[in-house]
């Protein structure tokens, strides 16, 4: 579902930490002055807040907080003691493991605090099933950040109660983090229950942004752990010598308004290659991406036959430039010869080639010019298939390179052994594969990965299941040459590109219930741009 409303910063980025990240700021805090058990005092006092706000009020509310051995389960201690205390509500704590277990002096602080006082803890399974059956809301305090991996022991058992309060109809809220949910990478472990609502500390973790983990989480809210944590942060956010993983939020995601004196050449020049003869729908969508995302001049290079059905497809602004016979293969795709005379940078600021390209023995020559030639270039498709055997090929490039693979062609350009591998560990590998091959790469998918060469990562936090539809990845590739024509910061460009798109799909799913087309993510881009310009968007 994403972040609350109140929870998006008010700056152009997001800042996505890891779990090493989470327990660095906490020993920050605390080396400048904040005891510890002020922290978890802190945690709980915004969990209390999220715990009781559907219900406007704690007095009569029924809670089970189903808590773990680590400061997770600490957290929900405190939080039984807030509740009890400040709240009126009637409390319940499971804890599998017993009360004898070790925590952490502030967690056992806090736990003797809810014993002492005569606070309801059940070791039991059953005894548990009949408290939730009772209760309005069940919280996850089981392991937040701390989990890993396949759910184990007690841990798994603990997870099973939460699944039996989702199916008895109970909301469940998430202490940190959903227990099962990967904090670093959104790997979730078998058995891990969606959280209506998750209430996390001091930053959002990568696990809430990333697929799968984000769609786990349900409605994200960052809480603040104060103005120590707050500084750690930006400290992080400063690094030059660590770029951080980021989110762009609705202010920086907006593009950049035109100057008055902005004419079709300063609104950038793209270049789309047209590919081989009965493909030319790909082409003619990444030429309506770029001219519907604001690029100035938008031109299409192909042989007579393509360039007649190109013609049919796309709108009158768009310069179909026909390619002579001879300057074209069997195919219809435009020659490395041609290009090699043809200096279409003199005409395009950023040329897009692989829409359409298919198999062609030729195709491979046709790229390896432009990745040669041209200052600005975005591959998508078949223009990075031809490297499945060869990706080290790809760093051979004079200009600024951009890279658009889903994830069986990740793999294929070096990020796995097949889709799946690349797409499970794309969040360490596609970072290291952008400085590999110098290029910006966009992992397409859910929550999709830009990296960028100098280590900057955007992860996007907008989008829908709308955009898997034939052709969304070549109208992609062409707003995002529309937006890296004009700019100053290339891969900033295509974070912001792949944003409007994602969001494009969102809109359009929700008005066709998911059954989306390309073209119908295209007219959506109008609504798109305006609702960034307006700051109408909800992030």
Not at 446 to 472: E, N, Q
Request: glycine share 12%; with cysteine; proline share 5%.
């Amino acid at each position: 579902m994403g972040l609350a409303p109140g929870s998006w910063p008010n700056s152009d980025t997001l800042l996505l930490v890891t779990a090493a990240d989470a327990r660095a700021g906490d020993r920050y805090a605390m080396a400048n002055g904040d005891a510890p058990e002020a922290l978890m005092w802190r945690a709980a006092g915004h969990l209390v807040r999220h715990i009781i706000a559907p219900a406007r009020s704690g007095y009569g509310l029924r809670v089970v907080i189903v808590a773990g051995k680590g400061n997770n389960g600490g957290d929900g201690f405190t939080a039984a003691l807030r509740l009890t205390r400040e709240q009126g509500a009637h409390v319940v704590v499971v804890a599998l493991d017993g009360v004898d277990v070790a925590l952490s002096r502030e967690a056992e602080a806090y736990r003797s605090q809810w014993l002492t006082q005569g606070g309801q803890v059940i070791t039991d399974v059953t005894a548990a099933k009949t408290a939730i059956r009772r209760a309005h809301v069940v919280v996850d305090a089981i392991l937040g950040t701390g989990a890993s991996g396949p759910l184990r022991g007690l841990a798994a058992v603990a997870v099973g109660l939460l699944a039996f309060a989702k199916s008895a109809g109970v909301h469940l809220v998430a202490c940190d983090l959903p227990t099962g949910v990967d904090a670093d990478s959104g790997a979730v472990a078998p058995n891990t229950v969606k959280a209506d609502r998750t209430i996390t500390f001091g930053a959002v973790k990568r696990g809430h942004m990333l697929a799968p983990g984000a769609s786990y989480c349900g409605e994200v809210t960052v809480a603040s752990l104060g103005h120590h944590w707050d500084r750690f942060l930006h400290n992080l956010g400063s690094d030059p010598a660590q770029p951080p993983f980021t989110a762009l939020t609705g202010r920086g995601a907006c593009p950049a308004p035109y100057a008055p004196e902005d004419d079709k050449w300063s609104r950038g020049r793209v270049a789309v290659i047209g590919g081989v003869t009965g493909m030319a729908g790909a082409a003619s969508l990444a030429a309506m991406g770029a001219l519907t995302a604001g690029a100035g001049l938008v031109s299409v290079y192909a042989s007579d036959a393509v360039a007649a059905e190109i013609a049919g497809h796309v709108d009158a602004s768009v310069m179909v430039r026909r390619v002579a016979l001879a300057d074209t293969a069997p195919s219809g795709l435009v020659t490395a010869a041609w290009l090699e005379t043809a200096d279409l940078g003199v005409h395009a600021d950023v040329i897009v080639a692989g829409p359409g390209f298919g198999v062609a023995p030729e195709v491979a020559a046709t790229v390896k010019v432009l990745l040669a030639s041209a200052a600005r270039l975005v591959l998508d498709a078949d223009a990075l298939n031809v490297f499945r055997h060869d990706p080290h090929a790809l760093q051979a490039h004079a200009g600024q390179l951009v890279l658009t693979p889903h994830r069986k062609e990740l793999a294929r350009i070096g990020g796995g052994v097949d889709g799946d591998d690349a797409w499970a560990n794309r969040v360490t590998r596609v970072p290291t594969l952008a400085q590999k091959l110098n290029a910006t790469i966009v992992a397409k998918g859910p929550a999709t990965l830009i990296a960028a060469p100098d280590g900057r990562v955007w992860v996007t936090p907008v989008g829908s299941a709308a955009a898997g539809t034939g052709g969304s990845g070549d109208l992609l590739s062409g707003i995002i040459a529309a937006a890296v024509a004009r700019a100053d910061d290339v891969p900033l460009a295509v974070a912001q590109a792949v944003w409007w798109h994602a969001l494009a799909a969102q809109h359009a799913g929700e008005r066709a219930h998911g059954r989306a087309t390309a073209e119908s993510l295209r007219t959506e881009l109008p609504h798109v741009f305006h609702a960034l310009a307006t700051g109408s968007t909800t992030l």
